[in-house]
């Protein structure tokens, strides 16, 4: 039967420092908020470690009381001490705590083709949306540059909308990254918008698409490169978001794979 717990109790503290990079990495556990992602992390077999929601939520929600009901430590929280948990201004009242899983590197990047690697893409909703574009295209592996987001950071589990619960997740520098692709013989395509036109790449064999960050580009990455390619636009655009330009390039790579199902239309961009 779900607990209730005083404003200051040490489960609270602890689940408030997973709002900060060092409090996840010191804990080796993240925290997301909500019954959608709630339900996405049961679907895709997420152990939930602990479970924190105000009395009205707990109520509300089936899924809270069935997570309780099997035995997953299950707290009441008044509003105020979940407001403090919590990562955004109007909390749903629901914040759940579940181990962080990354994949060892080399592993990875055995996994398939495409790879996706975020080049230290900075903003965490570019990263959130293209882990669900990778999620959406057949993606089976996303590595993060060290330098970039943190993959379990609040914003970024948010914006994947539950594609960080199915996707193999790795951290890696350039110097790890390309001996590793080179003995997985991954071919390593960079996105920028001085490269070759997309559409006359013919995404063979197994490849890792590389994204850059949304100002600097490729950087230190694109020597990793075997070719870098661009999606032309009208003479008027400027540029494209890191998330819509990486999005774009997966749904060709998934494509040319014929990894969207036969029969059907293919996927949009949003789901």
Same mark, same amino acid.
């Given at each position: 039967?779900? $607990?209730?717990?005083?404003?200051?109790?040490?489960?609270?503290?602890?689940?408030?420092?997973?709002?900060s990079?060092?409090?996840?990495? /010191?804990?080796?556990?993240?925290?997301?908020?909500?019954?959608t992602?709630?339900? !996405?992390?049961?679907? &895709?077999d997420?152990?939930?470690? !602990?479970?924190?929601? =105000? *009395?009205? @939520?707990?109520e509300?929600?089936?899924?809270?009381?069935?997570?309780?009901? &099997?035995? =997953?430590?299950?707290?009441? #929280? $008044?509003?105020?001490?979940? @407001?403090?948990?919590?990562?955004?201004? $109007?909390? %749903?009242?629901?914040?759940?705590v579940?181990?962080?899983?990354?994949?060892? +590197?080399?592993?990875?990047?055995r996994?398939? $083709?495409?790879?996706?690697?975020?080049?230290?893409?900075?903003?965490?909703?570019?990263?959130?949306t293209?882990?669900? %574009?990778?999620?959406?295209?057949?993606?089976?592996?996303?590595?993060?540059?060290?330098?970039?987001?943190?993959?379990? %950071?609040?914003?970024?589990?948010r914006?994947?909308?539950?594609?960080?619960?199915?996707l193999?997740?790795?951290?890696?520098?350039?110097?790890?990254? *390309?001996?590793?692709?080179?003995a997985?013989?991954?071919?390593?395509?960079?996105?920028? @918008?001085?490269?070759?036109?997309?559409?006359? /790449?013919?995404?063979?064999?197994?490849?890792?698409?590389? #994204?850059?960050?949304?100002?600097?580009?490729?950087?230190?990455?694109?020597?990793?490169?075997?070719?870098?390619?661009?999606?032309?636009?009208?003479?008027? @655009?400027? &540029?494209?978001?890191?998330?819509?330009?990486?999005?774009?390039? +997966?749904?060709?790579?998934?494509?040319?794979? *014929?990894?969207?199902?036969?029969?059907?239309?293919?996927?949009?961009?949003?789901?």
């Amino acid at each position: 039967m779900a $607990t209730r717990l005083g404003s200051h109790a040490q489960r609270l503290v602890k689940a408030r420092a997973l709002r900060s990079v060092k409090g996840r990495s /010191e804990q080796k556990r993240f925290a997301f908020e909500g019954p959608t992602l709630l339900d !996405e992390a049961r679907a &895709s077999d997420v152990a939930v470690e !602990e479970l924190f929601a =105000t *009395q009205v @939520a707990y109520e509300a929600t089936p899924l809270v009381r069935e997570y309780d009901a &099997s035995g =997953t430590p299950t707290f009441i #929280v $008044t509003t105020q001490a979940l @407001a403090a948990i919590s990562d955004v201004a $109007t909390p %749903s009242g629901i914040v759940a705590v579940a181990p962080i899983r990354l994949s060892g +590197l080399e592993k990875l990047l055995r996994l398939g $083709t495409p790879i996706l690697v975020l080049a230290d893409i900075g903003d965490p909703a570019n990263a959130g949306t293209l882990l669900r %574009s990778a999620d959406a295209f057949g993606c089976p592996g996303v590595v993060f540059g060290r330098l970039g987001v943190d993959p379990y %950071s609040p914003k970024v589990v948010r914006g994947a909308m539950g594609a960080i619960f199915r996707l193999a997740v790795s951290v890696a520098g350039p110097a790890e990254l *390309q001996p590793a692709a080179a003995a997985a013989g991954l071919t390593l395509l960079g996105l920028a @918008a001085h490269g070759q036109p997309l559409a006359g /790449e013919r995404w063979d064999g197994a490849v890792a698409l590389v #994204v850059g960050h949304e100002r600097h580009g490729l950087g230190v990455w694109e020597p990793l490169c075997r070719r870098v390619l661009a999606i032309p636009m009208a003479p008027s @655009a400027e &540029s494209l978001s890191a998330a819509v330009a990486g999005s774009i390039a +997966l749904y060709e790579a998934a494509r040319n794979a *014929q990894k969207l199902g036969p029969g059907r239309p293919p996927p949009g961009l949003v789901k």
